[in-house]
């Protein structure tokens, strides 16, 4: 679960450029931040998942 919260708090640390609007972002960096976004959201519930034994 830590990992995931680190994975989670590096979305707020966007590696290209913040000041971009998403509309003018290039696909591929709309898809790497989505894919990031599920990953975590995937990851955060299966983690639940297992614990809520």
């Known amino acids: 679960m ?3 919260a680190s994975l989670g708090i ?3 640390f ?3 450029d913040q000041e971009q ?3 003018d ?3 591929w960096q709309k898809a ?3 894919i990031h976004l ?3 959201a995937a990851m ?3 983690g639940i998942g297992l614990n809520d034994k």
Do not use: C, E, T, Y
């Open 25 to 27: 972002r290039p696909n």
């Open 38 to 40: 599920a990953f975590v």
């Open 44 to 46: 955060f519930g299966f």
């Open 14 to 16: 966007d590696p290209f």
């Open 32 to 34: 790497v931040l989505i």
């Open 10 to 12: 590096a979305l707020a």
């Open 2 to 4: 830590q990992s995931v």
């Open 21 to 23: 609007k998403w509309n």
